[in-house]
């Protein structure tokens, strides 16, 4: 939203289990799979070099685990946007924090290699609040790949509002 005037805020009460961002698709390179290796100082060679990816068993390439976060990132802000609104941290009026609170990641033992496409969909999945009043939201990430197989999935929790009278711990 170009006027920050017209900007409304993506709240508890909009919020709906289901509500999704549009698919994201990322082509696997070599380049990426290397870049990102180097980034987190990974330097086993399945990551590098495709000779020793193939002595282990891999056509390509084969991408770290944690390079999830990356071809499937969470995406919260574009579930907001999908439904006409920014979301809190995005809030020019009163801006405010939804710290992370976890994550719980499943892989399917189909490894993601150079050349593969992944399209990853992000949804609310969950969202609740406890005795004392904090909210929590939960987001499902699914990554699939070309063949349309799950090569992983995480959920990513976050505090969406801590009840009122507690503090952020500093």
Known sequence: MSNTEDEVVYTWEVMEI???????????????????????????????DVAVAQSQGFQQLVAPLSMIYSFAPMRRHDIFENYGYV???????????TPFAGTETKFFGIPVVAGDVITSTTEIFNRWETKSGNKFV?????????????????LYNIIWERAAGQKSRS
């Open 138 to 154: 939960s987001f499902k990430i699914q990554a699939k790949n070309q063949r349309n197989e799950l090569v992983a999935e995480y």
């Open 87 to 97: 979301g809190p941290e995005k809030y020019a009026k009163a801006p405010r924090s």
């Open 18 to 48: 289901g509500h999704t961002a549009p698919p994201l698709t990322i082509e696997i390179t070599e380049d990426y799979i290397s870049s990102y290796s180097d980034s987190i100082q990974n330097t086993n060679g399945q990551h590098h």
